[in-house]
Nanobody
């Protein structure tokens, strides 16, 4: 079992940056594919980014490509989401997720995984 705790959210103006962190408990972090999802007010939760446990590939939703970077540090049991050039449309609660289900780009792989409590990101224009 994995427990996930997100941090790093906050309020910024458009064009600003934030770095989200997700700390995972347990000694098997390296066996998990890790992802970030977000949920804006009144909208469904959507996929943002993911990184495979093998480090060999990262995935992004089109709207954040070139602005967000996902990375992981297995020695620290932590996954990060560096968010640059933030836009008001990026506002929402950001959730970290982990799954041992093989991941090849389908967000549904995380549906039955572990989820954090979320961290709020607010971008003002």
């Amino acid at each position: 079992q994995v427990q996930l705790v997100e941090s790093g959210g906050g309020s910024v103006q458009a064009g600003g940056s934030l770095r989200l962190s997700c700390a995972a408990s347990g000694r098997t972090f390296s066996t998990y594919n890790m992802g970030w999802f977000r949920q804006a007010p009144g909208k469904e939760r959507e996929f943002v980014a993911a990184i495979r446990r093998s480090f060999d590939r990262t995935y992004y939703t089109d709207s954040v490509k070139g602005r967000f970077t996902i990375s992981r540090d297995n020695a620290k049991n932590t996954v990060y989401l560096q968010m640059n050039s933030l836009e008001p449309e990026d506002t929402g609660v950001y959730y970290c997720t982990a799954t041992q289900t093989p991941y090849n780009g389908l967000a549904s792989a995380f549906e039955n995984g572990y989820w954090g409590q979320g961290t709020q990101v607010t971008v003002s224009s």
